[in-house]
């Protein structure tokens, strides 16, 4: 671990653990559900700009372009947020339980100083 914990803000810790409890699979789901239902609508809004000039370029319908199109950007879109988001979670997570373990060693070492006096 390259960073001293003991160093950390308040602010930073609160970053640190709201990062660290997020769920990047959760994410990703989300992204496939309502990131497809975005992208549906955009592509119905570019519809005649790139739908239609595909499907006729391949030469098949232009429904079947616009949900192969929709499917393919929605997954690549929770691809690269997947493959972005989680080295970031993880070294959360990380940090998180350095910081949990180093103030649980501080609660320790003044329980024995207490204790002893």
Not at 59 to 69: G, N
């Amino acid at each position: 671990m390259a960073q001293d914990v003991s160093k950390l803000t308040g602010a930073e810790r609160q970053r640190i653990s709201r990062t660290a409890k997020r769920n990047f699979r959760s994410e990703v789901m989300l992204i496939l559900t309502a990131g497809f239902a975005l992208i549906m609508v955009m592509l119905f809004v570019l519809g005649n700009r790139l739908v239609l000039p595909m499907s006729e370029l391949l030469q098949i319908r232009p429904m079947i372009v616009w949900v192969a199109l929709r499917m393919t950007l929605s997954v690549v879109w929770a691809l690269a947020h997947g493959f972005c988001v989680k080295p970031k979670i993880e070294n959360a997570r990380e940090l998180d339980a350095a910081v949990l373990h180093h103030y649980q060693k501080l609660r320790r070492e003044e329980l024995q100083n207490r204790l002893r006096s």
